[in-house]
């Protein structure tokens, strides 16, 4: 059974102390990954879509890397507007639909 | 990046009623729309796949005459909760899909049954 699993569930961090979350994926075909960031009450934000083992990608303070069994989403100098949650989803098989991870909440203080 | 739009953002009803709520794509067409619920602290579960013009396809364990889809256009879909009750509470999120690299999501529709 396809599966996803983020680590840790939550994520309490001083600002400007670099950390990393991580996305394991069990999949048969894995198409691509996918990272989002949601705000309380609102919905999910693209942030990254990886294919392939190796890829890396990177977006002011973050950068997601893909291996053939997870991904982390490496956070360095956070800030406070950087609290929320983080998830992480996988496309597989012949299908469109995305199986999501529990998310990480991670909350970053002043 | 793609606009999505939802309607209303939050409904409080009474148990018993029902619910519609809608999914605009703005920007660009979907002829397939994604719909999930959320519970607090907890993930996105899909509910239902639908394409436009056709039925919807619900996950295991959705009840398709409770959650009513409706993909009539290719920029608006509907989800009805019938006969709703506190237990059908959630945050409900639709996503428009128009590309396969890239999943767009609405602002969410926060549900609460009293």
């Known amino acids: 059974e396809d599966q996803v699993t983020q680590s840790p569930e939550a994520l309490r961090l001083q600002e400007g102390e670099s950390s990393s979350l991580n996305c394991s994926y069990t999949?048969?075909?894995?198409?691509?990954l996918f990272w989002y960031r949601q705000d309380p009450g609102k919905g999910p934000e693209f942030l990254f879509t990886?294919?392939?083992a190796g890829e890396e990608k990177e977006k002011e303070r973050l950068k997601a890397t893909l291996t053939k069994k997870e991904s982390f989403l490496h956070i360095t100098a956070p800030k406070p507007e950087d609290s929320a949650t983080y998830l992480c989803?996988?496309?597989?098989?012949?299908?469109?639909?995305?199986?999501f991870g529990t998310g990480t909440r991670l909350k970053v203080l002043a | 990046g793609a606009v999505v739009s939802q309607h209303p953002s939050r409904v409080i009803c009474k148990s018993g009623t029902s619910v519609k709520i809608e999914c605009r794509s703005l920007?660009?067409?979907?002829?397939?729309m994604f719909w999930y619920r959320q519970f607090p602290k907890k993930s996105l579960m899909l509910m239902a796949t639908?394409?436009?013009?056709?039925?919807?396809?619900?996950e295991q364990g959705v009840e398709k005459d409770k959650f009513l889809i409706n993909h009539a256009s290719l920029t608006l879909s509907t989800l009805t909760v019938t006969s709703a009750h506190p237990e059908d509470s959630s945050f409900y999120i639709c996503?428009?899909?128009?590309?396969?690299?890239?999943?767009?999501f609405g602002p969410g529709t926060r549900l609460t049954v009293l």
């Open positions: 920007d660009f067409q979907a002829t397939t």
């Open positions: 999949v048969s075909g894995l198409r691509g």
């Open positions: 989803a996988v496309q597989a098989g012949r299908t469109y639909k995305y199986i």
């Open positions: 990886l294919y392939s």
């Open positions: 639908s394409n436009e013009g056709s039925k919807a396809t619900y």
């Open positions: 996503s428009p899909i128009f590309s396969t690299d890239t999943q767009y």
